[in-house]
């Protein structure tokens, strides 16, 4: 049974600090990587070889924690054979900027 | 992958380097201190002097002879070479790594613990604490890593 102090440490937590530490990480993409692996049949451990990275940063990515650089970003749209637009989702960056 | 196979072949050289210093170190202050004369009634600051720096050269032998290990496995598999590899410049972990202060944060600790183990000599007090702060350096940044790996 929980008690009260860990309960109000835990609202704390994800109230302040979350957001306090995730404030200067900008906006985080939507992808569609997860799609795209699922009909390739392919696991995160296979795509994070291929790309040079770790199964962990794909993960933060597909769930949106963490925004890839240009050049990661640039190397899973090229494994996948695709553009960077059609992997990512800039919609909300296209609205922000009136859909120019 | 070239490049990164001779980085960890400096690395392997480094840690075997390490691993038969460590040994050295800890044996040399062992036998200095279990030497002394019998009937002399033992202190904490003794035992202190003799165990802390030997517990720490065994577990820096124990971590480089892993390493050590760990380097050949990977320098005898390109699959894990390249592992390695991705998970040594992941971009990802160079981020939170630097959230959380390392390496500077890992240097000064490890200052804070050698001069701990030198002041031992001349202020108990003064050793403890600064061997007390690099600890909590350490758990601090760790703390950090943690948050961050969450939060990324």
Known sequence: MQSVLDINCKAYYTIFAKLTLQKGGGQHLKTKIKELRRQRKLSQDELAFAVGTTRQTITSIETGKYTASLPLAYKIARYFALSIEEVFDFSEFDNEMGGK | MEAYKKTVRRRMVLCIFLAVVALALAVYIFSAFASGPEGEADTFGDGFIAGFPTGICIGLFA??????????????????????????????????????GYPFSVVTAVIMIIAGLLLARVNMTASLTAIACACGQLIVSLVFKAVYSKIL
């Open chain 2, 63 to 100: 971590l480089c002879v892993f390493t050590v290990f760990r380097c050949l496995a990977m320098l005898r598999d390109e699959q894990k070479l390249r592992l390695g590899y991705n998970r040594d410049n992941d971009e990802r972990m160079k981020l939170i790594r630097s959230k959380a």
